[in-house]
Protein backbone atom coordinates (compact mmCIF):
# COMPACT_ATOMS: atom_id res chain seq x y z
CA UNK A 1 0.00 0.00 0.00
CA UNK A 2 1.46 3.10 -1.48
CA UNK A 3 1.17 6.07 1.33
CA UNK A 4 1.09 8.88 -0.64
CA UNK A 5 -2.58 7.60 -2.16
CA UNK A 6 -3.66 8.20 0.94
CA UNK A 7 -1.77 11.79 1.89
CA UNK A 8 -3.93 14.77 1.48
CA UNK A 9 -2.85 17.70 -0.30
CA UNK A 10 -4.02 19.94 1.87
CA UNK A 11 -5.44 19.92 5.72
CA UNK A 12 -8.22 22.81 6.55
CA UNK A 13 -10.38 22.29 9.68
CA UNK A 14 -14.05 22.46 7.60
CA UNK A 15 -14.94 23.29 4.16
CA UNK A 16 -16.62 26.26 4.96
CA UNK A 17 -12.94 28.04 5.49
CA UNK A 18 -12.39 27.46 2.01
CA UNK A 19 -12.44 30.83 0.68
CA UNK A 20 -13.90 31.23 -3.30
CA UNK A 21 -10.24 34.07 -3.52
CA UNK A 22 -8.03 31.70 -2.65
CA UNK A 23 -9.74 28.96 -4.44
CA UNK A 24 -9.89 31.10 -8.02
CA UNK A 25 -5.76 31.78 -7.45
CA UNK A 26 -5.43 28.22 -7.57
CA UNK A 27 -7.17 27.79 -10.52
CA UNK A 28 -10.19 26.08 -9.01
CA UNK A 29 -13.52 26.50 -10.71
CA UNK A 30 -15.00 23.63 -9.01
CA UNK A 31 -15.48 22.33 -5.30
CA UNK A 32 -16.31 18.46 -4.75
CA UNK A 33 -17.29 17.75 -1.51
CA UNK A 34 -18.64 14.98 0.47
CA UNK A 35 -21.51 14.81 2.19
CA UNK A 36 -21.66 13.92 5.86
CA UNK A 37 -19.22 15.08 8.09
CA UNK A 38 -18.06 17.03 5.68
CA UNK A 39 -20.67 19.40 4.48
CA UNK A 40 -23.04 18.57 6.78
CA UNK A 41 -23.23 16.57 10.51
CA UNK A 42 -24.75 13.07 8.99
CA UNK A 43 -26.83 13.27 12.01
CA UNK A 44 -27.94 16.93 11.08
CA UNK A 45 -29.39 17.14 8.01
CA UNK A 46 -30.10 20.89 8.05
CA UNK A 47 -26.62 22.31 8.04
CA UNK A 48 -26.11 25.65 9.73
CA UNK A 49 -25.59 28.75 9.32
CA UNK A 50 -22.33 29.12 8.23
CA UNK A 51 -22.76 26.47 5.20
CA UNK A 52 -25.66 28.72 3.94
CA UNK A 53 -23.22 31.75 3.76
CA UNK A 54 -20.32 29.34 2.53
CA UNK A 55 -22.89 28.22 -0.18
CA UNK A 56 -23.90 31.90 -1.42
CA UNK A 57 -20.24 32.84 -1.48
CA UNK A 58 -19.43 29.95 -3.54
CA UNK A 59 -22.85 31.09 -5.96
CA UNK A 60 -21.72 34.23 -5.97
CA UNK A 61 -18.00 33.94 -6.78
CA UNK A 62 -18.91 31.21 -9.80
CA UNK A 63 -17.91 28.14 -7.82
CA UNK A 64 -19.24 25.41 -8.69
CA UNK A 65 -20.11 22.94 -5.50
CA UNK A 66 -21.09 19.15 -6.42
CA UNK A 67 -21.69 16.73 -3.59
CA UNK A 68 -19.85 13.27 -4.17
CA UNK A 69 -21.26 10.47 -2.03
CA UNK A 70 -21.30 7.48 -1.68
CA UNK A 71 -25.05 7.49 -0.46
CA UNK A 72 -27.98 6.24 -2.44
CA UNK A 73 -29.62 8.98 -4.21
CA UNK A 74 -32.84 9.54 -2.44
CA UNK A 75 -30.48 10.08 0.59
CA UNK A 76 -28.39 12.72 -1.18
CA UNK A 77 -31.58 14.34 -3.27
CA UNK A 78 -33.06 15.18 0.38
CA UNK A 79 -29.86 15.80 1.88
CA UNK A 80 -28.71 18.58 -0.20
CA UNK A 81 -32.39 19.84 -1.90
CA UNK A 82 -33.01 22.77 0.41
CA UNK A 83 -29.29 24.13 -0.67
CA UNK A 84 -29.54 24.04 -4.19
CA UNK A 85 -26.44 21.49 -4.68
CA UNK A 86 -25.79 19.46 -7.58
CA UNK A 87 -24.92 16.08 -6.68
CA UNK A 88 -23.66 12.66 -7.56
CA UNK A 89 -24.67 9.72 -5.49
CA UNK A 90 -23.05 5.86 -5.13
CA UNK A 91 -20.00 7.42 -6.04
CA UNK A 92 -18.27 4.39 -5.63
CA UNK A 93 -15.16 6.20 -3.30
CA UNK A 94 -12.48 5.39 -2.66
CA UNK A 95 -12.81 4.33 -6.82
CA UNK A 96 -12.69 7.20 -9.03
CA UNK A 97 -16.05 6.74 -10.14
CA UNK A 98 -18.03 9.51 -9.48
CA UNK A 99 -15.60 12.02 -9.26
CA UNK A 100 -15.09 11.13 -12.93
CA UNK A 101 -18.66 11.07 -13.15
CA UNK A 102 -19.20 14.71 -12.03
CA UNK A 103 -15.81 15.93 -14.28
CA UNK A 104 -17.58 14.61 -17.27
CA UNK A 105 -21.46 15.68 -16.03
CA UNK A 106 -20.33 19.17 -15.41
CA UNK A 107 -17.71 19.85 -18.12
CA UNK A 108 -14.38 20.33 -15.42
CA UNK A 109 -10.75 19.63 -15.43
CA UNK A 110 -9.08 17.37 -12.76
CA UNK A 111 -6.74 20.82 -12.20
CA UNK A 112 -9.54 22.68 -11.97
CA UNK A 113 -11.95 21.13 -9.38
CA UNK A 114 -10.54 20.33 -5.56
CA UNK A 115 -12.25 16.93 -3.51
CA UNK A 116 -13.03 18.12 -0.44
CA UNK A 117 -13.95 15.25 2.52
CA UNK A 118 -13.34 14.18 6.01
CA UNK A 119 -11.82 10.65 5.44
CA UNK A 120 -8.49 9.15 4.16
CA UNK A 121 -9.78 5.91 2.81
CA UNK A 122 -12.13 7.12 1.10
CA UNK A 123 -12.69 10.27 -0.41
CA UNK A 124 -9.08 11.09 -0.32
CA UNK A 125 -7.54 7.74 -1.95
CA UNK A 126 -10.81 8.69 -4.55
CA UNK A 127 -8.92 12.14 -5.57
CA UNK A 128 -5.98 10.50 -5.77
CA UNK A 129 -7.33 8.13 -8.25
CA UNK A 130 -8.80 10.95 -10.05
CA UNK A 131 -6.28 12.65 -10.50
CA UNK A 132 -8.04 16.00 -8.45
CA UNK A 133 -6.37 18.05 -5.85
CA UNK A 134 -7.37 16.40 -2.26
CA UNK A 135 -8.14 18.44 0.99
CA UNK A 136 -9.15 16.34 3.99
CA UNK A 137 -11.00 18.27 6.10
CA UNK A 138 -11.69 17.30 10.45
CA UNK A 139 -15.36 15.67 10.84
CA UNK A 140 -17.85 17.76 11.90
CA UNK A 141 -19.16 15.47 14.56
CA UNK A 142 -17.05 12.78 16.48
CA UNK A 143 -19.45 10.05 15.71
CA UNK A 144 -19.81 8.20 12.83
CA UNK A 145 -22.78 6.42 11.10
CA UNK A 146 -22.52 2.71 11.85
CA UNK A 147 -20.82 2.01 8.37
CA UNK A 148 -18.19 4.80 8.85
CA UNK A 149 -17.24 3.27 11.94
CA UNK A 150 -14.87 0.42 10.51
CA UNK A 151 -13.52 2.91 7.74
CA UNK A 152 -12.25 5.48 10.58
CA UNK A 153 -10.44 2.41 12.62
CA UNK A 154 -8.04 2.02 9.40
CA UNK A 155 -7.66 5.75 8.80
CA UNK A 156 -6.21 5.29 12.60
CA UNK A 157 -3.84 2.87 11.34
CA UNK A 158 -3.23 5.09 8.01
CA UNK A 159 -2.38 7.93 9.99
CA UNK A 160 0.00 6.36 12.22
CA UNK A 161 2.28 5.39 9.22
CA UNK A 162 1.54 8.78 7.79
CA UNK A 163 2.77 10.74 10.76
CA UNK A 164 5.63 7.98 11.26
CA UNK A 165 7.13 8.92 8.05
CA UNK A 166 6.06 13.00 8.05
CA UNK A 167 5.22 13.99 11.38
CA UNK A 168 2.41 15.13 12.69
CA UNK A 169 0.07 17.04 10.77
CA UNK A 170 -0.88 20.40 11.06
CA UNK A 171 -4.16 21.50 10.59
CA UNK A 172 -5.11 25.39 8.58
CA UNK A 173 -7.25 27.31 9.16
CA UNK A 174 -7.60 28.65 5.57
CA UNK A 175 -5.70 27.99 2.25
Known amino acids: MKLDNYKPDE ?5 YQLDSKSLKKMGI ?9 TLIAWNNPDGTKELLDWLKEMRENHIKVIVVSNNKASRVARAVEKFGVD ?8 FAFGINKALKQFGEQPKEVVMVGDQL ?26 NTQFNRWRERRMWKKLIARDGKPVWKTKL
Open 11 to 15: LIEAV
Open 121 to 146: MTDIRAAHRAGVKSILVKPLVSSDAW
Open 29 to 37: KAVMVDLDN
Open 87 to 94: YISRAMKP
